[in-house]
């Protein structure tokens, strides 16, 4: 009979590594959607306007974490339609209904997270900003 395997405990060193090379792995994922999706240039480019609108309002703490949260909410949500995409692409090349209704809803998501976001920069900017205008 096969004698049963012991696992080998892992060396501390190449799980760090490994956890390294994943980190690699998720970095060249958001560069190489930044790379192929205009989509992301604009969310990138609104993230540096509501970071530069929130240090010119003086955000408390808490409208700190919402803005983040929005604004990671809707980097998160474009990044997972970017990989649906790349998914459909690869396993559906040619016309068809389910995978136009996979990236309909994933685009869906995008949108949903995109409005929840623009409520929480209303909510947030909208009174200083209506202040500012003497409005
Ligand atoms: N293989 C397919 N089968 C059926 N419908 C598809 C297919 N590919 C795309 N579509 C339809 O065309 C729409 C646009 O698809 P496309 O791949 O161009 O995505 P997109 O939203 O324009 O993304 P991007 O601008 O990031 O490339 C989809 O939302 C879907 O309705």
Redesign the pocket.
Known sequence: MAEPQVPTPRQPSSLLRRRAASFGYAFRGVWASLR????LWFHAAATVVVVGLGLYCGLARWEWVAVALAVGAVWCAELV??AI?AV??LV?????????????V??GAVLVMALAALAVGLLIFGPRLWAELGW
């Open positions: 192929t999706e205009v989509h339609n970017t995409e459909v692409n559906s090349p040619e016309y068809h209904p389910l995978a136009g209704r996979a990236k309909d994933a685009a």
